[in-house]
């Protein structure tokens, strides 16, 4: 049953709103991915493909079916352990830039280690301003938050979800608010951790390019997987 | 895998109040204003309270024990039951007033453990005289150190001291009223004729202003010899013995007690000033119902700014918990942030209080009362600050906890 190069699986996922009517936004979804891959998931807006995202990165609890992911069931799980998993092994970039609004932008990338606590605080430090810099935002790195663009917050958001090594990285549209040059060097960093560092990448873009350059795409229509 | 504790609640915490301080500071202030009102309103009822009743002891003793008229009665009865004893036109007997063997009650009375003080009385209905024009009212005898021991007699004199009755002998303490009346000042001499016809020439040595117009219009104080002759008694006749306990509102209960131990009449306070008890009565009642709808304002209000200080965070609490922050790391957060807000409030608050009591403490009512009673209760500061610590925790607390349990997807769906 567990496969060691599996990291994530769903069994017949489904899911319903229930706001304003009684509506099935998702439709027994089943797929597996495998570690090192880098996933794209594409599909007209509505087609459930962020909703789907969220359950997978454990977020929205609210569904049926099965989520397994490195070789743990999920779907039993207590909220306290998910907020674990979502803080040592996945790393979550949004459509729009979620960041905390009071901190530095080193302080943003730092918190989620901090919290892990599995290095001291000046190895968190340096290894944030290594991924900062890694980014182009070496310089913004003590600036507050509010008062980066668009696209440097983005990016600060990405750095975020890198800061500790997860297991596998979840993108909301995480180049939706990049200029060409540094969707290009998102992917590449992308590209380079599923490679080299055996990290699994899934995003959800409606960026064709960055789609077509990745391992495997999946495509989404009416909360169904047609590919 | 934990190596390393960071801090990190802690320092979001701190982050959080310090980078918006004129939020923490209006949420503090909320707190302040809750805190200081609180204290300050139970303050003003306490002071009223205690003021009111301070008044009401100023002549009444907590228990008074004394004999009873009583009608006479045929000597022996008949022992024939079918007959009835009658006696025609029955009157009050003679001895009735007295108790026997005062001095022996008095010792057995203070040995009691509740007795704060004990003081042996007579009264007598008299007629004050300054040449043609007369007052009537009562003269109560008394030993004038413990009077003053449990009635602070002192404090109600308007001139002369209460020492100077005991160095003389037929000296009288006026009330104010009648020396008007009788327009008579300090060391002047007033004649005092009793029921069974005695007189006396009395030295005024002090004048006596209860602020009870009733009081002051009709009593004054002699020495307990000169009212046991102006009774035409002897030495050991008693009237009353006035009892103060430690504790006021037990005085009812110890009704019964007294009578047995005594063997005669006990009387409380409450029984002798039945619409003054009833007005205490009701002081209380509305004493508690306004402390408890002041709690109530304070406590909704420091709940609403808390709470909506939390409802504001909102999207950092998803954003947290989307980074791996769990339920119980957010509840811990906010708790110590709505804990921290309610010191600073609370401080503020106690600060606020003491200057509105001090501040209240200096308006002069006037009449008796002089300045408005009202005083720095360390209980009620005690209170406050256990009042706005559990306020605060719990206005943290249950908004945090409902943002907590929630789905961090949900949260930013809205």
Redesign the interface.
């Known amino acids: 049953m567990t496969d060691s190069t599996i990291i994530l699986s769903t069994q017949n996922v489904g899911k319903y709103f229930y706001e304003p009517e009684k509506f099935k936004v998702l439709t027994d979804i089943s797929f597996d991915i495998k570690r090192g891959e880098f996933v794209t998931m594409v599909g007209k807006s509505g087609s459930g493909k962020s909703t789907l995202l ?1 359950l997978l ?1 454990t ?4 569904y049926e079916g099965t989520l397994l992911f490195d070789g743990e069931n999920l779907t039993k799980q207590k ?2 352990r998910l ?6 092994k996945i790393g ?1 970039v ?1 459509q729009f830039h ?6 530095s932008s080193l ?1 943003n990338v730092m ?2 280690a ?8 000046e190895e968190i430090e340096e290894k944030a301003y290594k991924t900062l810099k890694m980014l182009g935002l070496r310089d913004q790195a003590l600036k507050n938050t509010s008062k980066l663009s668009g696209g440097q917050q983005q990016r600060v958001a990405i750095a ?1 979800a890198l800061i500790n090594n997860p297991k596998i990285i979840m993108g909301d549209e995480p180049t939706g608010n990049l200029d060409s040059k540094n969707t290009s060097i998102v992917f590449d960093i992308f590209k380079q951790l599923t490679s080299e560092f055996n990290q699994t990448v899934i995003a959800v873009t409606h960026d064709n390019d960055f789609a077509k350059a990745s391992d495997r795409i999946i495509e989404m229509a009416d909360g169904r997987i047609i590919v | ?6 801090n ?1 609640n802690a ?2 915490a701190y ?2 109040l310090f ?2 301080k004129k939020q923490t500071f209006i949420a503090a202030l909320g707190v302040t204003v809750g805190i200081a009102i609180f204290i300050f309103m139970n303050s003003l009822m306490n002071g009223f309270e205690v003021a009111s009743i301070e008044g009401l002891f100023k002549s009444t003793p907590h228990l008074r024990i004394y004999k009873n008229d009583v009608l006479s009665k045929s000597l022996i009865d008949s022992p024939d039951s079918t007959k009835v004893n009658l006696i025609s036109n029955p009157k009050i007997t003679s001895e009735s007033k007295k108790i026997i063997n005062p001095i022996s009650l008095l010792k057995t009375l203070k040995n009691e453990p509740e007795v704060m003080g004990v003081t042996p009385n007579v009264s007598a209905n008299v007629f004050y005289k300054n040449g043609d024009s007369e007052v009537s009212g009562r003269v109560s005898g008394v030993i004038i150190e413990e009077q003053n021991a449990m009635f602070n007699l002192q404090s109600y004199l308007v001139d002369g001291g209460y020492a100077n009755l005991s160095g003389y002998q037929n000296g009288i303490i006026l009330g104010v009223g009648i020396a008007e009346k009788l327009n008579l000042k300090m060391n002047d001499n007033v004649t005092v004729t009793s029921a069974l016809g005695v007189n006396k020439l009395m030295k005024i040595v002090a004048l006596l202003e209860t602020g009870n117009k009733a009081v002051d219009k009709t009593l004054s104080y002699i020495n307990l010899p000169v009212a046991q002759q102006l009774q035409k008694q002897s030495p050991s006749y008693i009237t009353d013995i006035y009892v103060n306990i430690n504790d006021f509102e037990k005085a009812k209960t110890l009704i019964s007690k007294y009578e047995n131990l005594t063997g005669y009449d006990v009387e409380d306070w409450e029984t002798a000033n039945a619409s003054a008890a009833a007005a205490n009565k009701m002081r209380k009642m509305m004493a508690f119902a306004i402390s408890l709808s002041i709690m109530l304002v304070a406590a909704f209000g420091i709940y609403n700014i808390l709470n909506m200080t939390i409802m504001e965070k909102l ?2 609490i ?12 957010i509840v811990r957060i906010f708790v110590s942030e709505a804990i921290i807000i309610g010191i600073i409030g609370i401080l503020f608050g106690l600060i606020l209080a003491f200057i509105l009591i001090i501040l209240m403490g200096n308006m002069w009512v006037g009449g008796d009362i002089g300045f408005f009673p009202i005083r720095v209760f360390p209980k009620f500061f005690g209170v406050g600050i256990i009042f706005g610590l559990v306020v605060t925790f719990f206005a943290g607390f249950i908004p945090a906890r409902k943002a907590a ?1 929630l ?4 949260i ?1 769906r809205k």
């Open positions: 969220y990165s977020m929205d609890t609210d909220k306290e907020a674990e998993i979502r803080n040592e979550f949004f979620y960041l905390l609004p009071e901190f302080k918190i989620p901090l919290k892990l606590g599995k290095y001291s605080r975020r | 895998m934990k190596k390393y504790k960071h990190i320092e979001i982050t959080h980078s918006k999207n950092d998803a954003i947290l918990k989307a980074i791996g922050f769990s339920g119980k790391d349990g789905d961090p997807i949900s930013f």
